[in-house]
């Protein structure tokens, strides 16, 4: 069972448009976390989101976490073609056993043409 | 800041023989390390937890024979390939994190063939 289901898996578009890629669970996370990822090498921290409805800006990237903590979304205004790569979005949960765990989307393969 | 190093980035290696591979944090010291595998375009799978000073916690379906993780110092994480084989073929990458703090920084990962 994939408790973060993110959304689309496989995203192709032209330089210049926007972009809106989404992670949704029925689980509550204490934080959440975003990343990106190039062919061969790790997975690198774009922001992390800690309180519901909180809204991080990055340049052209607008992380926004829901309000219940169980949804995130990432959009990318005016792609270009240096965002190719594979974003993962991964929530912590505070206690239990998964404490200091991240569960992982199954990522979005982004592709941008010039 | 929070940077975390992986040696080596790639090895290829005869099947059956075992393969080291080292994580360390070079900036912060990581009471928790994790390690995971990378399928081609796929998401990252969970191998093992590993704390400072006791033994791994390995997920469901993880050999810890085969997955010898020791995790000795603050900085260093090491994961062990027993008698590897063909299908262990991947990328493996670790993490580490910070006392009291969730975010987990990436290693850059090491590629294993196993001919």
């Known amino acids: 069972t994939q408790l973060l289901e993110q959304s689309p898996q496989f995203l192709s578009i032209q330089e210049g448009e926007n972009l809106t890629v989404y992670c949704n669970s029925s689980s509550v996370f204490s934080s959440l976390q975003w990343y990106r990822q190039e062919p061969g090498e790790g997975p690198v921290l774009l922001v992390t989101?800690?309180?519901?409805?909180e809204v991080k800006k990055l340049k052209r990237l607008t992380f926004q976490f829901g309000d219940a903590r169980k949804d995130s979304s990432l959009h990318i205004t005016a792609a270009q073609p240096g965002d190719t790569g594979l974003y993962l979005c991964?929530?912590?949960?505070?206690?239990?056993?998964?404490?200091?765990?991240?569960?992982f989307g199954q990522g979005t393969i982004l592709t941008v043409h010039p | 800041g929070a940077v975390v190093s992986q040696h080596p980035s790639w090895v290829i290696c005869k099947s059956g023989t075992s393969v080291k591979i080292e994580c360390r944090s070079l900036?912060?010291?990581?009471?928790?390390m994790f390690w995971y595998r990378q399928f081609p375009k796929q998401s990252l799978m969970l191998m093992a937890t590993?704390?400072?000073?006791?033994?791994?916690?390995?997920e469901q379906g993880v050999e810890k024979d085969k997955f010898l993780i020791n995790h000795a110092s603050l900085t260093l994480s090491t994961l062990t390939v027993t008698s590897a084989h063909p299908e262990d073929s991947s990328f493996y990458i670790c993490?580490?994190?910070?006392?009291?703090?969730?975010?987990?920084?990436f290693g850059p990962g090491t590629r294993l063939l196993v001919l």
């Open positions: 993490s580490g994190r910070q006392p009291g703090r969730e975010t987990q920084y």
């Open positions: 989101v800690v309180t519901g409805g």
């Open positions: 590993s704390n400072e000073g006791s033994k791994a916690t390995y």
């Open positions: 900036d912060f010291q990581a009471t928790t």
């Open positions: 991964a929530g912590s949960r505070a206690g239990g056993t998964s404490y200091g765990k991240l569960t």
